[in-house]
Nanobody, 118 residues
Framework: QVQLVESGGGLVQSGGSLRLSCAAS????????GGWYRQAPGKQRELVARITSGGITNYADSVKGRFTISRDNAKNTVYLQMNSLKPEDTAVYYCNANRRTVLFTEYWGQGIQVTVSS
């Protein structure tokens, strides 16, 4: 069973930056798509950014131009660089890895809190 462990969250002032990391217990990101989701209190979990195994990225409209997703296959890690943070970015952020072949295989991290103060 692959484990995903997030790190890098915390409390930051509006306008500040954080970098989230998602380390996988196995070398999967060269063949799995990686992504970051978030869930704010009382809201549904939403996609923030994802990067395919081929390196194609896409972002939620709310974070375009501020967040950047990347990965380091040698370190089995996906990153989310978050700049110009806003209070509405406050949420629990979850790392995701998925692969669709004959079956759909998916793994989730435990989540990490990001709080942006105004």
């Amino acid at each position: 069973q692959v484990q995903l462990v997030e790190s890098g969250g915390g409390l930051v002032q509006s306008g500040g930056s954080l970098r989230l990391s998602c380390a996988a217990s196995e070398s999967i990101f060269s063949i799995y798509d990686g992504g970051w989701y978030r869930q704010a209190p009382g809201k549904q979990r939403e996609l923030v950014a994802r990067i395919t195994s081929g390196g194609i990225t896409n972002y939620a409209d709310s974070v375009k131009g501020r967040f950047t997703i990347s990965r380091d296959n040698a370190k089995n890690t996906v990153y989310l660089q978050m700049n110009s943070l806003k209070p509405e970015d406050t949420a629990v952020y979850y790392c995701n890895a998925n692969r669709r072949t004959v079956l759909f295989t998916e793994y989730w991290g435990q989540g990490i809190q990001v709080t942006v103060s105004s």
